[in-house]
Structures are given as structure tokens and as C-alpha cells.
């Protein structure tokens, strides 16, 4: 078995959970994808996967080893910033051809545009 990052710790002696109170208390703590508004999820995966439903902690010779995942959605600047300004441009045209009383987007309208389209992966862009 290939570990991309591994981290090992060593518990005290008097450290006595065991496998099935362990797995009740990260129950709670499952890995999820990334939502349209989140930047990152961390949660906890299966570190074996040799059951239809492999359970959250897996015990062997009395080492008990739990998986963690992380998620992360990432956009460069710059994909961001072309993004918004063609948003910005079009809430504008709009603006314009619909309602004269109304004036272009200002700052915090592309501010908002702006983590909207961090929240998107670079496919809805």
C-alpha cells in the first residue's frame, strides 16, 4: 500500500478507545465534495476499500488507522478576474438597455461576482 501523506502518531499507553467507539465518534465527520459557495472540505474516507461499505477506521494488530481527505477548489486570479469583468459588462449592458434609472455594477456587486465565481469550478466559468 502507497501513501501520498502519511502521518503516524504515537498515543500513551493509557489511550484505550477501540475500534467501534472510535468509528461512532468520527461517524459524524464523513468526507464531502466541494459545494458551489466552498473553497475546501476536510472529512474523514475509508482507509480501505475491500468492503461494498468499508468502515471509517480500520484495526490491524492493534494499530488503529483512520483516512482523512481534503478537498480543495482552486481558480487562478486572473481566471477570475476575466470572469467578472465579463459579468460586470454584461450586468452593465443590461442595465443600460433595460432601466436608464439604474446605474453599473459597482465594487462590492463585482466583489460579490468575484466569490461567486471562486465557489464555481473553472468547467461553469
Partial sequence: MLFKNL???RLSPSFTLDEETLEAALANLPAKPCGSQTASTYGLTAP???AD?????????G???VAGQLEER???????????????S?????????????SPPGR?????LSELFRGLGQSDV
Fill in 7 to 9: 502521518l503516524v502518531y
Fill in 48 to 50: 480501505t476499500r475491500f
Fill in 53 to 61: 461499505e468499508p468502515p471509517l477506521v480500520h484495526a490491524c494488530q
Fill in 63 to 65: 494499530f488503529l488507522l
Fill in 74 to 88: 482552486l481558480l487562478p486570479g486572473s481566471v477570475v478576474r476575466d470572469a467578472v469583468a465579463e459579468k460586470v
Fill in 90 to 102: 454584461e450586468i452593465a449592458l443590461w442595465h443600460s438597455l433595460s432601466r436608464h434609472d439604474r
Fill in 108 to 112: 462590492l456587486e463585482a466583489k460579490c
